[in-house]
């Protein structure tokens, strides 16, 4: 899941979040780090999708009815053609 090479960092965050972060890795038997890890690719995981759901979602917003029939099987002629 994560490369081999770990990059030390040091983030603040509230007492209360660390308080129940804490809870929650001592419940899974996890260590906080490991714990920490999952919830940043996951968070990460979800943002890439909002992204891509959002860059998909303007291109339908464009409501493109007309042009070639043949242009997924003809695109270099399209785009090169002079």
């Known amino acids: 899941m994560y490369n081999t090479i770990m990059i030390r960092t040091q983030v603040y ?3 209360e979040l660390h308080q129940a972060v804490k809870f929650v890795a001592k ?3 996890e260590s906080l780090a490991k714990l920490l890890r999952k919830f940043i690719a996951q968070g990460i995981r979800e943002e890439r999708k909002q ?3 959002k860059s998909l ?3 339908s917003k464009l409501n493109i ?3 070639p029939k043949d242009l997924s ?3 270099d002629k399209y785009l090169y053609q002079k």
Do not use: F, H, V, Y
Request: net charge positive; no cysteine.
């Open 51 to 53: 992204l891509k759901l």
């Open 65 to 67: 009815t007309a042009g």
């Open 73 to 75: 099987r003809n695109l």
């Open 13 to 15: 965050i509230p007492e």
């Open 57 to 59: 979602s303007s291109l």
């Open 27 to 29: 419940r899974k038997g």
